[in-house]
Structure formats: C-alpha cells, structure tokens
C-alpha cells in the first residue's frame, strides 16, 4: 500500500480526495486544508486524519507521498515540505509561479531520488494519449500547425495567477510534446478584462524550429467552455475534444498531387476513462518504479517557461526569440513570472 496525504481539499483537491479514497494500491492517510469544513467533511467521509497545517500533517503522519493542490503560489512551499520529509510528490498544475521556484522543487526531487510529477491531467485523457499516438506515428505527416482552443467562463477562485499561467500551460504542454521541437519564436496579445490582477485573455503565435507554427487561443471571457486542439499535416488532420475525449481524422486525399483535398473523416475509438484517475495511477505506478514518471518536474517547468515567455511577449509588445528563450531556460535571464500584462480594462 502506498501511504498517501493530500495537501489542498478546493476545487481540484475534492476530485484528488475522491479518487485517491478509492484508488487501488493507496490509502489515503491524511488530508489538510486551512478551511476547517472542507477539513470536517473528508475526515467524516473517508475516515482519514485532518490538520489544518501541512507542516504537522507531515511530521505527525507516516507517509510515502503527497498530492499537492492548493493554489499556485503555494506549491512550492508544499512541495519542498513534502520532499524534505522523503515523500515523493504530485504537484497540481502549473509547477508553480515562477521559473526560479520550479527549479527549486525539481532540483530538490532530483537530488532526493524522489518522483516529482506535475498535474497536467490533460495528458492523461485517452483522447490527448490517442492523439499522441498516432501523430507521433505519422498519421498526419508533416505537421504544419498545432491550433489549441481552451475557453470558457470565468473561475472567480483563481486570483494569483493570469490565464496564460493557470490554462495556457495545458497546451503549451501538450503542443511542445507533439512538436517533439524547440520553440524558435513566439509572440503573444493577452487583455485583460475582467480579472482584478492578471490577464484573462491570450491570442499567441508559436513557430517552432521544424517550422510548424503553434496557435492559441485560450481565455476565461467565453460564455460557453472550449477546449479543442488540432492537428494539421500534409496527409490530413486530427481534431481533438478534450471535454467529450471525442478524437477525429479527416484525411488529404490527394497527398500525392500536393494538393489539399477534402477526405473521409472518421470518428476515432476512444475508450473513456476519467484523466485524473490516470494520472495518479500513473504517479503510483512511477513510485512503485514499475513505470517512468509520465509528466516530469522539466515537463512542468517547459510549461512553464513557455507561458511566461508569452506573458513577457505580450507584456513587452515583441516577438521572444530562440536565443533569448535558451537564455531563460538556462536561468541566465529571467522572465518576469506571473507579471500583470496588458492593463486595459474593458
Ligand atoms: N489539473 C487541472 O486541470 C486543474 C484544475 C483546477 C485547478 N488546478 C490546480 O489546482 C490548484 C488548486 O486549484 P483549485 O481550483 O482547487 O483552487 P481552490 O481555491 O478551489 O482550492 C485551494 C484550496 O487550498 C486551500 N489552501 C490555501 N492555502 C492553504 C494553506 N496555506 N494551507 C492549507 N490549505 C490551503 C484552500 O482553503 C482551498 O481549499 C491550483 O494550482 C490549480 O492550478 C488544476
């Protein structure tokens, strides 16, 4: 049995708190969190410990890992709490807040010899795993754009970082595994609207060094939630749902001619499953070291990066280039993390 606590009962740790009471191979210890009701009710639900201080939490209970889900900014904190007491962790999305503090939390893993994964669940949902499948097959060719959509209505719980930070990262994550290429240039528009501290919506362009150009579009301004990404090549396209897990192929056909023409789509076979679930069996699995950990600390960290270059672009006016990008990644010059952008408001 993998002996588990959970630091963070919100929105995010209530489904960690459900599935993790019920996972196969776990046993949900002890949960913290500084509100004493989300406290009460997973002590009266699932039968574990309460504290309202994971410091205590992780002194008091023996243990063997933690999922960490409170807010951003706090990830870190947890995190090094955690890996100090010898416990390999599961950070919640994004790593953290800045580069330097990501760092930290990898570098610690690292030199521990312990599993640090990062919560980008939309790995694990069998459409996005279909998808890389069969693009990392050569279903599509060539890639010649990655389009991402992620919208949807605003989450007012969300105050310490910016939609680029908190959403975009999701897709940053995803398109760079896709591309399996560096980033050559980006540039980035992001406003923000209704959102009292950081920006709420994005509009960037990614070119990437096999020339395949990235595009998203992610914001919390839209009245109805989106969250599709496409993959277009010479021999044809693979468009992805990430709420329904529904994956589509339209195919070229006429490759040949190198022409575009329109081909037959077919809806894939996905077997559904909930990506969150995955994702901590995944974790366990990697402790157990019956398996590499899927979504790593540097994967967290490239997110990351990528998201607080755009933020920077968009901050600044101008396109991030190759050169400049290299130099943030070896932590010789530092974007400004979770910087207000754009500060017009509507
Ligand atoms: N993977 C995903 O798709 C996904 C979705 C939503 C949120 N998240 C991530 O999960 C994290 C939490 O987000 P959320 O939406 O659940 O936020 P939330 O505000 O709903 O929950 C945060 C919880 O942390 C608790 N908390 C805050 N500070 C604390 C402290 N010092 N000690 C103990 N408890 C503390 C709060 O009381 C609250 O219950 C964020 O990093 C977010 O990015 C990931």
Redesign the pocket.
Known sequence: MTRVAL???????RNHLRLLSDLEGVELVAV????QV?VASAIAKHGVAGYSS?DDMLDKEKLDAAVV????R??VAAGLAALGRGLHVLV???IAPTLDEGRHLVQTAHDRHLVLAV?H?ERFNPAVRELVRRVAAGEVGRIFQIHARRQGPFPA??RDVGVVI?LAT?DLDVMYKLAGSEVERLYAETEQRIHTEHEDILNALLKFQTEMLGVLQVNWLTPTKIREMSVLGDKGMLVCNFLTQELTSFKNADIKAEAVIEGESLALPITKAEPLKLELEAFVAAIRGEAPIEVDGEAGLRALHLALALVTSAAEARVIARPELEAQWRGESQPPGGRPATRTRR
Do not use: N, Y
């Open positions: 630091i963070g009962l919100g929105a995010m740790g913290c969190d500084q509100s989300a994971w889900a409170v807010p951003t706090f990830h919640e999305k994004p919560g669940v719980r969300i908190d999701h």
